[in-house]
């Protein structure tokens, strides 16, 4: 009676933590659910045998996994699996090889996971980096799969092996998340042991161990509520409609994509998140700023904090529509990548700060120490330029020059060659050309013209 008054109280926890996690997976920033896959890793090693609570640590284990197999089963979108170590060699001598993959991954194997767990007698040794590390192949593959290993044994590795080592290469090619460890005993050494392994659960007694196997479960199927603000230079979440990238942060694959959103109310919307495993948060304002190993705690709502206070820029040129075409060059000051390439007429978020601005129009102009000030939209005005078209009786070669009010010559472009008709924007200012006919082999032939572009006004210049 008190059993079935269990399970029945166990099946409506996780029936409604799964509503739960469907109802936030209709909201979710990936926009599915993905499914979650339970690989449950039992230790049938020898010292399993041992008393415990009244009875042997096997015949409680079991029987509390089979409630938990029970219960799982009535979930939609979860599926399970049984790895077993120790059950098929005893000991002596120690076959560090003892493990396999007893029941794969399937829909409806509840009742081979219980009929597997009650043939079970401990005979063996205790391979835990090496289930660990076969456990790899026992996630078939699954683009929207959440792969989740929860590990029960009473002892340590036996075998020369590094659990720790292998959990984290696990995590790192994105095969499994964080595990979950379930420490049976109460080993002053499992803390040590297991910790680096993954999330760590000591039970000491029969008791605490159905209250962490419930716990795991809960912990293992549902999200987790968090929101991300985004901080501006008053420490205010108010910066907001940029892509938030989630990265896991061992494996460096994406884990979510969003569109950072303030709700009606002005504060960013809440989002649900697994919490298993860590994050790089990564925010794409320009340039990028980012949180590294963020770290969701379940059961509270998480609030991630990233600095991007943001100004605009705006690059305008009155009069003339067709420089909208061109593109405008942004970089950090003193820094020459670029960050961003704008077009010209529009107005961009940047992070506040100083930076420094290439407008790619004849002549080139270079902007230094621009400054990006909180909400506040700096402009820069380039005058509008003028046009000049160059005729000639034949092709030729030929560069272009801006003149100084003291007569120097700077550089602007070099003329197309092939070509008897062309045209330039140029910015207002005194020009000069020089120029020779294709068909004429000698420097002295060279000519040189100068002339004056205003803002607006077209100006020929003729070679014969």
């Known amino acids: ?88 060699s005893p000991v002596p001598p120690q076959d560090c090889s003892d493990t396999k993959l007893e029941v794969p991954f399937a829909s409806g194997n509840a009742g081979k996971i219980r009929e597997k767990l009650r043939l079970l007698s401990p005979r063996g040794t205790t391979p835990i980096a090496h289930s660990l590390e076969l456990a790899a192949n026992d996630f078939p593959d699954c683009q929207d799969c959440r792969n989740i290993i929860i590990l029960i044994t009473d002892g340590v590795e036996a075998c020369d092996g590094d659990p720790c080592a292998v959990s984290i290469a696990l995590q790192e090619k994105g095969i499994a998340l964080r595990p979950f460890v379930i420490g049976i005993g109460s080993d002053p050494g499992f803390q040590e042991t297991f910790g680096c392994i993954g999330y760590y659960f000591n039970t000491p007694g029969k008791k605490q161990f159905r209250e962490v196997m419930k716990i795991v479960i809960s912990q293992a199927l549902n999200t987790t509520s ?14 907001s409609d940029v892509a938030v990238i989630f990265f896991d942060q061992l494996s460096g694959k994406v884990r979510y994509n969003m569109i950072h959103t303030l709700n009606n109310k002005g504060n960013p919307d809440t989002l649900a998140l697994d919490h298993l495993g860590r994050y790089r948060v990564v925010a794409r304002t320009i340039p990028p700023v980012s949180a590294d190993s963020v770290e969701l705690v379940p059961g509270k709502h998480n609030h991630i904090g990233i600095d991007a206070p943001q100004g605009y820029l705006q690059i305008i040129s009155k009069g003339d529509y067709t420089l909208k075409r061109e593109k405008v060059l942004v970089k950090r000051a003193g820094d020459p990548k670029t960050i961003n390439v704008q077009f010209m007429g529009t107005s961009e978020k940047y992070l506040v700060g100083r930076y420094d601005v290439e407008i790619p129009v004849y002549p080139l102009i270079f902007l230094s120490d621009v400054e990006i000030r909180q909400s506040y939209t700096t402009t820069v005005e380039i005058p509008e330029p003028g046009m000049i078209h160059i005729s000639s009786r034949q092709p030729g070669y030929g560069s272009l020059f801006r003149l100084s009010e003291d007569g120097d010559q700077e550089w602007v472009l070099n003329i197309r060659s092939g070509l008897t008709q062309q045209e330039y924007h140029l910015q207002p200012g005194r020009y000069r050309i020089i120029f020779r006919l294709a068909n004429r082999q000698s420097t002295i032939y060279t000519q040189v013209k100068d002339f004056t572009i205003r803002s607006g006004i077209s100006e020929v210049v003729e070679f014969k």
């Not at 909201?27 to 599915?32: H, L, P, V």
Request: charged share 20%.
């Open 1 to 88: 009676m008190v059993k079935s008054h269990f399970l029945h109280l166990l099946t409506a926890l996780l029936i409604v933590f799964s509503l739960a996690f469907r109802a936030n997976a209709q909201e979710n920033i990936t926009g599915y659910e993905p499914n979650s896959r339970i690989l449950f890793i039992f230790d049938a090693s020898y010292s399993m045998a041992g008393p415990w609570g009244g009875e042997t640590k096997i015949n409680i284990a079991r029987r509390i996994l089979e409630e938990m197999v029970d219960s799982i089963a009535t979930l939609e979108n979860v599926e399970m699996a049984l790895r077993i170590y120790g059950h098929q």
């Open 226 to 239: 968090a929101q991300v603000n985004l901080i501006d230079i008053e420490q205010q979440p108010s910066e």
